[in-house]
């Protein structure tokens, strides 16, 4: 129950999205090195980020845990159209694909993965909730290697989305699909850090508590997308020294940000030796996900 | 590691809101499906259903809380959670459409006034509908909305577990949920996976499945149930990438799912007394199935088959037969499908070498498996039990 939990890899890919929706076909046939038909742009971004995060090279027992907060928006927004608007009954294929661990699916296949996959999302804390799924699978033994996934698409046109998402029409949009490959140590690579913990809070009290209880020196916090001001401000103030890491200034709006700080942090030289993520719900619940760079 | 029991449960299918009713008809041959018309645009289509028994409401939205909230009471208050207990237990949920019923009837309504209006206007998260049903019943702990077609509730009853046996949670809720709704009716008729007939899994007549819909919830905690000691002892999740709308028919990845969670529960084949099966009741399926099945068991358990009874719950499926089939073993009996998969060598399907069980008999505590395959490749095989001994006090 005991062995830390080693990030071994990282692999993202963003884009802002200004009016039309990028046709990723092509990006995801020079990523994967294979052609794929009839999948859509959710499942194009999940082989992407997965392939990129393995470089296609994985244990063929590492598990699946692939989160987002709006699903395969883009299919399930074209079929409800064409059934209550066109009277055009789903189509098998795209009917199937509906299920959101579709996606998880043609990962398992692409990569050869003979494991466990789960889809498991959360209104606030999507890729927090499937981290938290993967690191006790890991700490458990049920596992021992992971890949951790989180997908949000937009869909077109952006006015419509902005309505659907209840955001400001200026919004600044993107797409992400943000991976980790979790591990237990006996993988035998070198490790870019590790995963120390994730946790839930019933209250900003719980978490403030426990902060104090880490070893959190050299650390750089991330504030998460549903964190009030308030909230931000009070935490900032009672944690000390604690450096401010921006993954967010650059990045249009989707719902699954927290997938990306991770690999971002990671990516970043020199920021600090290890990171506390947080983020909040709309009824003062909290999520901390707490990393530290390899020594 | 922390122990982990089942504490409370209730459910709420086409047999019934209460355990009698539902005792009563698991005990009477199943019978065929009724009908809902599924209306889309300016068309409708007549289509097989196991609707739930009431509550006689017609908007989609407080049907669905109005099922889901009673389900969920009666469970907690069956494990006799505390207000501070609940306060810190995490959610479960387990189903392949969420609130799309809701969402559904939200465009329709819009569609009306303007036939341009938005579609997912209302609600476009998938995380909103646990979200609300945590907050309605005042859990805070941690929700996760697990959403692997048929498999969802196993697998989210897996994690839950987990995370008590893991001392991260005390208390879990896992949570079934499955309603009518026409994207998912016009979809798997489309696919030609439905039956106007009574589900006959595993027979050599069988045509295809009915679906239904189906609430359950499950409390589970790391203290001593006061009265049945059921306890999920081992489970297996595997992605079959052999095709996305069927497992491998030559019940390999079912043999290997199996397998898992036999070695998980620390089990050998010959410590099964029953398996309920998935049994959806189509030709592939019940192939790969039995296929699997022989792989792993020389001799046979006993083998019963729930579809028949309340349909295929499709997300929810996994959490209902369970306590379905809970429930009749608490009442000392293994439900059976009389004329239904009888594979003898007179009259049955010889060729898939399994047969269901035909009469009803008694069943001790034991330890039972429960098979769950999904689109997706998502398969998964939970082992429960009720053998007291087997708990570590």
């Known amino acids: 129950m005991s062995a830390p939990i080693q990030i071994y890899a990282s692999g993202d890919h963003y884009h802002p999205v200004s009016e039309a929706l990028p046709d990723l076909k092509e990006l995801t046939q020079q990523v994967t090195g294979k052609s794929f038909r009839r999948i859509g742009r959710f499942i194009q971004l ?17 598990a699946v845990y692939l989160s987002s907060g709006r699903g395969d928006l883009e299919l399930t927004v074209e079929i409800m159209t064409e059934l209550f608007a066109r009277a055009q009954t789903p189509k098998p294929l795209g009917f199937v694909n509906t299920v959101s661990n579709a996606a998880c699916f043609y990962v398992a296949q692409l990569l050869g993965l003979q494991s466990r996959s789960n889809y498991v999302c959360n209104r606030y804390f999507a890729f927090e909730s499937v981290l938290q799924l993967a690191r006790n699978d890991l700490m458990m033994g049920n596992v021992n290697s992971a890949l951790i996934g989180s997908i949000d698409v937009c869909t077109h046109p952006l006015t419509d989305h902005r309505q659907r998402l209840h955001l400001s029409p200026h919004t600044e949009m993107g797409e992400g699909s943000h991976w980790l490959w979790l591990g237990t140590e006996d993988i035998n690579r070198p490790a870019l850090g590790e995963l120390v913990d994730t946790r839930h809070f019933n209250h900003r009290d719980e978490l403030l508590q426990w902060t104090r209880t880490q070893s959190i020196a050299s650390l750089a916090l991330s504030r998460g997308q549903f964190v009030g001001d308030q909230d931000w401000q009070f935490i900032v103030s009672h944690i000390d020294h604690a450096a401010i890491f921006d993954y967010r200034s650059n990045r249009g709006w989707y719902d699954s940000h927290s997938g990306a700080v991770i690999g971002d942090f990671f990516r970043s030289a020199d920021v600090a030796t290890s990171l506390l993520h947080i983020n909040a719900d709309d009824c003062g619940r909290f999520n901390a996900i707490f990393v530290k760079h390899s020594s | 590691m922390q122990s982990c029991y089942f504490l409370g449960s209730a459910l709420h299918t086409s047999l019934g809101a209460d355990s009698a009713s539902q005792l009563r008809a698991l005990q009477q041959p199943p019978t065929a499906p009724g009908s809902v018309i599924v209306h889309y645009a300016d068309k409708s289509q007549t289509l097989p259903y196991k609707l739930l028994t009431g509550p006689n409401v017609e908007d989609a939205s407080k049907r669905l809380n109005q099922v889901v909230d009673a ?66 019943h005042g859990l805070n702990g941690p929700d996760f909305s697990f959403n692997t077609a048929c498999t969802a509730s ?92 069927a497992t491998n028919p030559d019940g390999s990845v079912v043999a290997k799912v199996i397998d898992m969670a036999l070695h998980h529960a620390h089990l050998q084949p010959t410590d099964i007394a029953a398996i309920k099966v998935h049994g959806t009741a189509s030709l592939l399926n019940d192939e790969a199935e039995a296929a699997g099945m022989r792989h792993v068991f020389s001799t046979m358990p006993a083998l019963c088959a729930i579809k028949p009874f309340i349909g295929h719950t499709l997300g929810a499926c996994g959490l209902n037969e369970l306590l379905l089939f809970c429930a009749a073993a608490n009442d000392d009996f293994l439900i059976a499908t009389p004329g239904i998969g009888n594979n003898s060598v007179e009259q049955g399907d010889t060729k898939l070498g399994v047969s269901l069980n035909q009469t009803q008999c008694t069943l001790p505590p034991g330890n039972f498996l429960m098979n769950y395959f999904g689109f997706g490749g998502n398969n998964t095989a939970l082992v429960i039990s009720n053998i007291r001994a087997n708990i570590k006090e």
């Open chain 1, 46 to 62: 999940a082989m992407i980020g997965a392939a990129r995060c393995t470089n296609l090279s994985v244990p063929k027992e590492s």
């Open chain 2, 71 to 136: 389900v969920i009471t009666q469970a907690l208050e069956a494990a006799q959670l505390s207000t501070n207990e609940r306060a810190a237990t995490g959610l479960f949920l387990g189903t392949s459409s969420f609130n799309i019923n809701v969402v559904e009837q939200d465009y329709r309504n819009d569609l009306l006034h303007d036939s341009h209006a938005l579609v997912m206007a209302h609600c476009s998260s998938q995380g909103i509908f646990g979200h609300e049903v945590r907050k309605r």
């Open chain 2, 154 to 245: 196993a697998n989210a009853l897996i994690y839950a577990d987990a995370m008590v046996r893991s001392g991260r949670l005390k208390h879990a809720l896992v949570l079934g949920v499955e309603m009518c709704n026409s994207l998912t009716a016009l979809g798997f008729h489309g696919l030609q996976l439905l039956t106007l007939d009574t589900m006959k899994p595993f027979d050599k007549s069988r045509n295809g499945l009915v679906l239904g819909e189906g609430v359950s919830a499950l409390v589970l905690g790391n203290r001593n149930p006061s009265k049945h000691h059921w306890h999920l002892r081992g489970s297996a999740n595997l992605c079959d990438t052999h095709g996305i709308s």
